[in-house]
């Protein structure tokens, strides 16, 4: 059961690879030497040579845009030079220039976000952040900002992640565990998590029905205007099952 770029779990993929190995080792493919011409349209856009140093080419990516591509139907051709047996896989992926994305949730999947900005309130020397939602989208350089992710769920999903995009040139704080937030609750992590350049990511193993809160806390750097694009809940190996929040416009002064 193929899932986009992969099959149903890792476990599977690693037992095609394996399959398509066994194969080609047994039919003496691998001894062989090939050269592929990949062309959209008639255009020529890369040559890929097989041989027994590269077996295996790839992932190979091949990106292009108008007027190579053409509205309605697209030609990708791949041509060898002789008659040696080759397999590949091919997907495609998109993105387009679509400004005031909006939410949309499914049934059983939905995801809501909201900035607050964190201002430290000093009492008999201890500091406790004051969370406060951030009004009119606008933040000032250098405030702390607060997200608040919440993911409900009507069934127990396995292998899920959440995925959120930074503004350009904000900064994720790392380390807030001695951070004390209002109204963030002390927790012991049931997820594992990545902080990326533009994004910072929560995978679950598996998540129960109901309604999971998650929080991270990012500090803005440079002033300017910044799209920033919506946080996404998705299935691992059924991407297709997904949600998404509302783009935001974010205004950061001096």
Known sequence: QREGATWKSTRDTAAVVFAFTNYALKNGVTDMETTINLMLNNRAKANIIINKETPVA????????????QKGPNILLLQKNNNM???YSIYASYYTAQEDITAQNMDDLSVK????RLDPVKDNGVITY?????KDNSLKSGDMVLVKLEISLKNTQDFLMLEDYLPASSQVIEKTGAMKIEGVPAEVPDYHRENHDEKTIFFWTSLPAGTKTVYYVYRTTVAGEFHVMPAQASLMYFPEKKANTDELLIKVSE
Not at 58 to 69: I, R, T
């Open 58 to 69: 790839g992932p190979f990516s091949v990106g292009f845009a108008s007027p190579e591509a």
């Open 113 to 116: 976000r909201e900035y607050m």
């Open 85 to 87: 047996e080759v397999t």
């Open 130 to 134: 004051k969370s406060t939602p951030v």
